[in-house]
């Protein structure tokens, strides 16, 4: 198959070795997301990181105690 690669300029970068999982979940979330990614919006990710990773903490947390209730169910 042939994918189209596109170059994108203003794309945020992590500036630290720790980041990267959470970077590439955040590109993930932003180009399934239905609407149009306008990147330069995004470039405070690094700012913003404490947040992701509280919110992926938190979804992972609520996903383990549904599945303790369907289980107990």
């Known amino acids: 198959m042939n ?10 970068q992590q500036d630290n070795g ?3 999982g959470v970077f590439v979940m955040k590109y993930m979330e ?18 913003e990181m404490p947040k992701f990773r509280a919110q992926i903490t938190a979804n992972i947390f609520r996903a383990f105690s549904n599945l303790i209730k369907l289980s107990n169910e």
């Open 30 to 47: 932003a180009v399934m997301s239905s609407k149009t990614v306008v990147w330069k919006e995004t470039i405070d990710w690094c700012k």
């Open 18 to 20: 720790d980041d990267c």
């Open 3 to 12: 994918w189209p690669i596109n170059d994108v300029d203003d794309l945020p």
